[in-house]
Nanobody, 125 residues
């Protein structure tokens, strides 16, 4: 059974940095999409960044230039480096996997099959 486990969340001040990690296991597809999504209190879950196993990336406009998604295929580990954090980045961050190839990974969360439990990111002003 597929399993995704996030880590690395925490509390930081505005302008700070965090690196999220997601350990993936339990699925056999080697060509897939993975992504980071977030959900702020009272808001719908939204996409943050996606990457495929060819390392093609896409970012949501609010995080472009500040966040970097990366994928270690050998270790089955997904990362999100978050710099210049603002209070608007506060939320629960989830990693997700779609074990099907896409040249451009989909942005919608309903396109992803496996989800982690989430890790909390809190940014204070």
């Amino acid at each position: 059974e597929a399993q995704l486990v996030e880590s690395g969340g925490g509390s930081v001040q505005s302008g700070g940095s965090l690196r999220l990690s997601c350990a993936a296991s339990g699925y056999t597809s080697s060509r897939l999409c993975m992504g980071w999504f977030r959900q702020a209190p009272g808001k719908e879950r939204e996409g943050v960044a996606t990457i495929n196993t060819g390392h093609r990336t896409n970012y949501a406009d609010p995080v472009k230039g500040r966040f970097t998604i990366s994928l270690d295929n050998a270790e089955n580990r997904l990362y999100l480096q978050m710099n210049s954090l603002t209070p608007e980045d506060t939320g629960m961050y989830f990693c997700a996997a779609r074990p099907r190839w896409s040249y451009t990974c989909p942005k919608g969360d309903n396109e992803y099959d496996y989800w982690g439990q989430g890790t909390q990111v809190s940014v204070s002003s």
